[in-house]
């Protein structure tokens, strides 16, 4: 059974920072590219990050590019991402997500299974 967990979510002052994590079990880990999407009341699910299978190529949204950081680590199965200088719109639930193709991708449709999500909220 697979199973991504995120945690690391929380609430924060515009300008702070935030380390999300997401513990992956039940799937061959080093095979999948991961990715993170976020998803605001109201609002359709967008891409935020996604990291290929080796994690040689990264890829972010223009929105966090220069702000967020994805990293993995594949003997552990864990991916991070790291948020600084949030700002109010980055408020949302946050999915870890993985994506048999390894490559790494912005389309939610490459991504076969979903984490229940963890919420960061940046007070202004």
């Known amino acids: 059974q697979v199973q991504l967990v995120e945690s690391g979510g929380g609430l924060v002052q515009a300008g702070g920072s935030l380390r999300l994590s997401c513990a992956a079990s039940?799937?061959?880990?080093?095979?999948?590219?991961m990715g993170w999407f976020r998803q605001a009341p109201g609002k359709e699910r967008e891409f935020v990050a996604a990291?290929?299978?080796?994690?040689?190529?990264?890829y972010y949204a223009d929105s966090v590019k220069g702000r967020f950081t994805m990293s993995r680590d594949n003997p552990k199965k864990m991916v991070y991402l790291e948020m600084n200088s949030l700002r109010p719109e980055d408020t949302a639930v946050y999915y870890c997500?993985?994506?048999?193709?390894?490559?790494?991708?912005?389309?939610?449709?490459?991504?076969?299974?979903w984490g229940q999500g963890t919420q960061v909220t940046a007070s202004s």
């Open positions: 997500s993985a994506d048999h193709y390894g490559l790494g991708s912005s389309s939610a449709s490459q991504y076969i299974y």
């Open positions: 990291k290929s299978w080796s994690g040689g190529n990264t």
């Open positions: 039940g799937l061959t880990f080093s095979s999948f590219a």
